[in-house]
Protein backbone atom coordinates (compact mmCIF):
# COMPACT_ATOMS: atom_id res chain seq x y z
CA UNK A 1 0.00 0.00 0.00
CA UNK A 2 1.38 3.57 -1.05
CA UNK A 3 2.06 6.06 1.97
CA UNK A 4 -0.65 8.17 0.66
CA UNK A 5 -3.29 5.21 0.45
CA UNK A 6 -2.59 4.23 3.89
CA UNK A 7 -2.93 7.81 4.86
CA UNK A 8 -6.46 7.95 3.60
CA UNK A 9 -7.54 4.65 5.10
CA UNK A 10 -5.89 6.00 8.56
CA UNK A 11 -8.44 8.92 8.06
CA UNK A 12 -11.50 6.91 7.14
CA UNK A 13 -11.01 5.39 10.63
CA UNK A 14 -10.02 8.28 12.50
CA UNK A 15 -13.37 9.70 10.70
CA UNK A 16 -15.27 6.49 11.88
CA UNK A 17 -14.15 6.09 15.38
CA UNK A 18 -13.11 9.39 16.57
CA UNK A 19 -9.69 8.27 17.31
CA UNK A 20 -6.92 5.81 16.70
CA UNK A 21 -3.86 4.19 18.99
CA UNK A 22 -0.78 4.16 17.10
CA UNK A 23 -0.33 0.60 18.09
CA UNK A 24 -4.07 -0.50 16.42
CA UNK A 25 -2.55 1.12 13.17
CA UNK A 26 0.94 -0.47 13.44
CA UNK A 27 -1.16 -4.22 13.59
CA UNK A 28 -3.74 -3.14 10.97
CA UNK A 29 -1.24 -2.06 8.23
CA UNK A 30 1.62 -3.89 9.14
CA UNK A 31 4.26 -1.06 9.16
CA UNK A 32 6.61 0.49 12.17
CA UNK A 33 5.41 2.65 14.29
CA UNK A 34 7.69 5.24 12.86
CA UNK A 35 5.78 4.68 9.43
CA UNK A 36 2.24 5.35 11.04
CA UNK A 37 4.04 8.46 13.32
CA UNK A 38 5.20 9.58 9.82
CA UNK A 39 1.50 9.46 8.38
CA UNK A 40 -0.19 10.89 11.37
CA UNK A 41 2.31 14.02 10.97
CA UNK A 42 1.68 14.66 7.44
CA UNK A 43 -2.01 14.25 8.26
CA UNK A 44 -2.09 16.70 11.73
CA UNK A 45 0.14 19.22 9.12
CA UNK A 46 -2.54 18.97 6.46
CA UNK A 47 -5.40 19.99 9.64
CA UNK A 48 -7.00 17.19 9.14
CA UNK A 49 -6.39 15.10 12.81
CA UNK A 50 -5.01 16.29 15.93
CA UNK A 51 -1.91 14.29 17.26
CA UNK A 52 -2.30 13.49 20.93
CA UNK A 53 -0.20 11.06 23.41
CA UNK A 54 -0.74 7.70 21.49
CA UNK A 55 -2.27 8.72 18.96
CA UNK A 56 -4.44 10.93 16.93
CA UNK A 57 -8.35 12.06 16.65
CA UNK A 58 -10.21 14.12 14.71
CA UNK A 59 -8.96 17.54 13.93
CA UNK A 60 -11.24 19.58 16.23
CA UNK A 61 -12.67 23.80 16.37
CA UNK A 62 -9.92 26.26 17.24
CA UNK A 63 -9.09 26.83 20.36
CA UNK A 64 -11.36 30.33 20.48
CA UNK A 65 -14.83 28.56 18.95
CA UNK A 66 -17.16 28.72 21.67
CA UNK A 67 -20.23 26.14 20.87
CA UNK A 68 -23.40 27.95 21.98
CA UNK A 69 -25.52 26.26 24.76
CA UNK A 70 -28.09 24.26 22.62
CA UNK A 71 -25.22 22.75 20.37
CA UNK A 72 -23.47 21.29 23.57
CA UNK A 73 -26.60 20.22 25.11
CA UNK A 74 -27.34 17.38 22.96
CA UNK A 75 -23.78 15.91 22.93
CA UNK A 76 -23.22 13.07 25.69
CA UNK A 77 -26.29 13.17 27.05
CA UNK A 78 -26.48 9.84 29.22
CA UNK A 79 -22.71 10.47 30.32
CA UNK A 80 -23.54 14.17 31.38
CA UNK A 81 -26.42 12.80 33.27
CA UNK A 82 -24.58 10.30 34.83
CA UNK A 83 -21.98 12.91 36.23
CA UNK A 84 -24.63 14.95 37.45
CA UNK A 85 -25.77 12.14 39.66
CA UNK A 86 -22.75 11.57 40.57
CA UNK A 87 -21.89 15.04 41.66
CA UNK A 88 -25.41 15.61 42.97
CA UNK A 89 -24.59 12.87 46.10
CA UNK A 90 -22.03 15.43 47.37
CA UNK A 91 -24.54 18.05 47.91
CA UNK A 92 -25.97 18.09 51.30
CA UNK A 93 -28.80 20.51 53.23
CA UNK A 94 -27.67 23.73 54.06
CA UNK A 95 -24.62 24.20 51.69
CA UNK A 96 -23.62 27.03 49.79
CA UNK A 97 -22.34 25.68 46.30
CA UNK A 98 -21.61 27.37 43.17
CA UNK A 99 -22.16 26.14 39.27
CA UNK A 100 -20.17 27.21 36.53
CA UNK A 101 -21.94 27.66 33.38
CA UNK A 102 -21.90 24.53 31.62
CA UNK A 103 -24.29 21.73 30.41
CA UNK A 104 -23.50 19.20 32.76
CA UNK A 105 -23.41 21.78 35.34
CA UNK A 106 -27.05 22.47 34.01
CA UNK A 107 -27.92 19.10 34.30
CA UNK A 108 -26.91 19.16 38.19
CA UNK A 109 -28.78 21.74 38.75
CA UNK A 110 -32.20 19.88 37.87
CA UNK A 111 -31.54 17.28 40.61
CA UNK A 112 -31.54 20.02 43.10
CA UNK A 113 -34.22 21.11 44.15
CA UNK A 114 -34.72 18.33 47.34
CA UNK A 115 -32.14 19.49 49.10
CA UNK A 116 -33.32 21.54 51.68
CA UNK A 117 -31.65 24.81 53.30
CA UNK A 118 -29.22 25.29 49.73
CA UNK A 119 -27.96 28.55 48.19
CA UNK A 120 -26.48 28.17 44.96
CA UNK A 121 -24.41 30.52 43.57
CA UNK A 122 -24.60 30.64 39.39
CA UNK A 123 -22.76 32.73 36.72
CA UNK A 124 -25.37 30.62 34.08
CA UNK A 125 -28.84 31.41 32.92
CA UNK A 126 -29.59 28.11 32.56
CA UNK A 127 -28.29 26.56 35.75
CA UNK A 128 -30.87 29.57 37.45
CA UNK A 129 -33.72 28.62 35.23
CA UNK A 130 -33.15 24.64 36.26
CA UNK A 131 -33.71 25.95 39.77
CA UNK A 132 -36.56 28.63 39.23
CA UNK A 133 -38.27 26.20 37.47
CA UNK A 134 -38.34 23.94 40.42
CA UNK A 135 -38.58 26.81 43.87
CA UNK A 136 -38.04 25.77 46.96
CA UNK A 137 -39.19 28.59 50.02
CA UNK A 138 -35.51 27.46 51.55
CA UNK A 139 -33.33 27.52 48.58
CA UNK A 140 -31.27 30.64 47.84
CA UNK A 141 -30.72 31.23 43.94
CA UNK A 142 -27.50 34.08 43.76
CA UNK A 143 -27.42 34.83 39.50
CA UNK A 144 -24.55 37.44 39.05
CA UNK A 145 -25.11 40.16 36.40
CA UNK A 146 -22.39 40.82 33.65
CA UNK A 147 -22.02 39.80 29.54
CA UNK A 148 -23.64 37.03 28.63
CA UNK A 149 -21.88 34.72 26.38
CA UNK A 150 -22.69 32.08 23.47
CA UNK A 151 -22.77 29.55 26.52
CA UNK A 152 -25.41 31.75 27.94
CA UNK A 153 -22.47 32.14 30.85
CA UNK A 154 -22.56 35.86 32.60
CA UNK A 155 -19.10 36.95 32.19
CA UNK A 156 -16.75 40.54 33.03
CA UNK A 157 -16.29 42.62 35.67
CA UNK A 158 -19.93 42.60 37.27
CA UNK A 159 -19.91 39.03 37.37
CA UNK A 160 -15.87 38.49 38.94
CA UNK A 161 -17.07 41.46 41.46
CA UNK A 162 -19.94 38.93 42.50
CA UNK A 163 -18.40 36.10 42.72
CA UNK A 164 -15.29 37.81 44.83
CA UNK A 165 -17.54 38.64 47.45
CA UNK A 166 -18.61 35.39 48.64
CA UNK A 167 -17.30 32.09 50.05
CA UNK A 168 -19.19 28.55 49.14
CA UNK A 169 -18.42 25.23 50.07
CA UNK A 170 -17.57 23.25 46.66
CA UNK A 171 -18.07 24.36 42.94
CA UNK A 172 -18.74 22.25 40.57
CA UNK A 173 -17.28 23.55 37.36
CA UNK A 174 -17.71 22.71 33.85
CA UNK A 175 -15.06 22.44 31.67
CA UNK A 176 -14.33 23.18 27.48
CA UNK A 177 -11.51 20.67 27.57
CA UNK A 178 -8.70 19.28 30.22
CA UNK A 179 -5.17 18.04 29.15
CA UNK A 180 -1.38 17.90 31.05
CA UNK A 181 0.03 20.22 29.36
CA UNK A 182 -2.70 23.00 29.57
CA UNK A 183 -5.01 22.24 32.32
CA UNK A 184 -8.85 23.46 32.16
CA UNK A 185 -9.42 25.16 29.67
CA UNK A 186 -12.10 27.21 28.21
CA UNK A 187 -12.62 28.91 24.43
CA UNK A 188 -13.69 32.38 25.96
CA UNK A 189 -11.46 34.60 28.23
CA UNK A 190 -13.93 36.16 29.44
CA UNK A 191 -15.42 33.07 31.35
CA UNK A 192 -11.73 32.07 32.46
CA UNK A 193 -11.82 35.00 34.54
CA UNK A 194 -14.90 34.12 35.89
CA UNK A 195 -13.97 30.57 36.52
CA UNK A 196 -11.05 31.30 37.99
CA UNK A 197 -12.80 33.71 40.85
CA UNK A 198 -15.37 31.09 41.51
CA UNK A 199 -12.65 28.83 42.15
CA UNK A 200 -11.17 31.62 44.43
CA UNK A 201 -14.21 31.24 46.43
CA UNK A 202 -14.46 27.53 47.42
CA UNK A 203 -13.14 25.36 49.67
CA UNK A 204 -13.16 22.60 47.06
CA UNK A 205 -13.47 22.17 43.80
CA UNK A 206 -15.14 19.19 42.04
CA UNK A 207 -14.67 19.25 37.80
CA UNK A 208 -17.60 17.49 35.84
CA UNK A 209 -16.19 17.08 32.32
CA UNK A 210 -17.19 14.03 30.03
CA UNK A 211 -14.47 12.02 28.43
CA UNK A 212 -14.72 13.97 24.71
CA UNK A 213 -13.21 16.56 26.62
CA UNK A 214 -10.02 14.90 27.27
CA UNK A 215 -7.25 16.40 24.85
CA UNK A 216 -9.37 19.08 23.88
CA UNK A 217 -7.60 22.79 24.35
CA UNK A 218 -9.34 26.10 24.69
CA UNK A 219 -7.49 29.44 24.08
CA UNK A 220 -7.18 30.11 27.53
CA UNK A 221 -6.02 28.26 30.66
CA UNK A 222 -8.73 28.35 34.09
CA UNK A 223 -6.40 26.57 36.54
CA UNK A 224 -3.71 23.48 36.26
CA UNK A 225 -5.54 19.30 36.63
CA UNK A 226 -3.87 19.67 40.25
CA UNK A 227 -5.90 22.29 41.27
CA UNK A 228 -9.23 19.98 41.18
CA UNK A 229 -9.85 17.98 44.52
CA UNK A 230 -12.49 15.77 42.12
CA UNK A 231 -12.65 15.01 38.74
CA UNK A 232 -16.34 13.13 37.53
CA UNK A 233 -16.07 11.75 34.05
CA UNK A 234 -17.64 8.73 32.66
CA UNK A 235 -16.19 5.19 31.58
CA UNK A 236 -15.43 6.56 28.20
CA UNK A 237 -11.64 8.29 29.18
CA UNK A 238 -9.12 6.10 27.77
CA UNK A 239 -6.97 4.30 30.08
CA UNK A 240 -3.89 5.92 29.75
CA UNK A 241 -5.84 9.28 30.49
CA UNK A 242 -7.27 7.60 33.71
CA UNK A 243 -3.51 7.18 34.78
CA UNK A 244 -2.55 10.44 33.85
CA UNK A 245 -5.39 12.39 35.79
CA UNK A 246 -5.29 10.38 38.41
CA UNK A 247 -2.01 11.35 39.29
CA UNK A 248 -2.63 14.87 38.99
CA UNK A 249 -6.69 15.38 40.63
CA UNK A 250 -7.52 14.65 44.01
CA UNK A 251 -9.71 12.05 43.66
CA UNK A 252 -10.90 10.82 40.02
CA UNK A 253 -14.59 9.28 39.90
CA UNK A 254 -15.77 6.96 36.74
CA UNK A 255 -19.33 6.85 36.56
CA UNK A 256 -20.95 4.16 34.06
CA UNK A 257 -23.82 6.09 31.67
CA UNK A 258 -26.78 4.15 31.20
Known amino acids: MLAQQRQTAILDL ?15 FGVSDMTIRRDLEVLAERGLVDKVHGGAT ?3 PGSAEEPGFAAKSIRQQAEKRAIAERAATMVEPGMAIALSAGTTTAALATLLSDVRGLTVVTNSIPVADALYQNPRADQTVVLTGGIRTPSDALTGPVAEAAISALNVDLLFLG ?8 GFTTPNLLEAGVNRCLIG ?19 ATIAPLEAADVLITDRGLPPEA ?17
Open 175 to 182: VHGLSPRT
Open 14 to 28: IRQRGGVRVSHLVSR
Open 242 to 258: RTTIGEQVGELVIVEPD
Open 58 to 60: LAG
Open 201 to 219: AARRLVVLADHTKWETIGI
